[in-house]
């Protein structure tokens, strides 16, 4: 399978086009992949990065981060390192209050058996399985 990996700065650039020279080489760049299904690359890394580079850098609120993840995730070019717990994780980003990556990380560590995930990040109550510790 042919495919390439991208890393944040690149899906910024195509998701914002605040740059519009880099933009240009992300389109030039990602234009043969275009027509291969699950070519393009995603991983959880850059993905949590993203979403946070959209929220801290470019004021993008949860109803637009919650459009980019649905975007992503059904575009026919990406591939996802983990494409279940990506969605699972947008669920509970869309019916919660936690940031994105909180709801992957406790989707992620259910998955690796975890009975609880323990925080002291406030954001993260009411997530599944989140033991909330005070101090």
Known sequence: MTSIGIDTNVLVRLLTGDDPAQE???H????????????????????????WTLKRLYSFDRAALIDVLDGLLSANTFRFEHRDLVTA????????????SDCLIVI??????????????QGMKGLPG??????
Do not use: K, M, Q, W
């Open 24 to 26: 240009a080489v992300v």
């Open 108 to 121: 992620r560590n259910a998955l690796l058996g975890c009975e609880t995930t323990a925080t002291f990040d």
């Open 28 to 51: 030039r760049l990602l234009a043969p992949y275009d027509s291969i299904a699950e070519s393009v690359v995603i991983n959880d890394i850059v993905l949590v990065e993203t979403i």
């Open 130 to 135: 989140v033991n909330l510790l005070h101090a």
């Open 89 to 100: 994780a947008v669920r509970l980003f869309i019916d919660g209050s936690a940031d994105f």
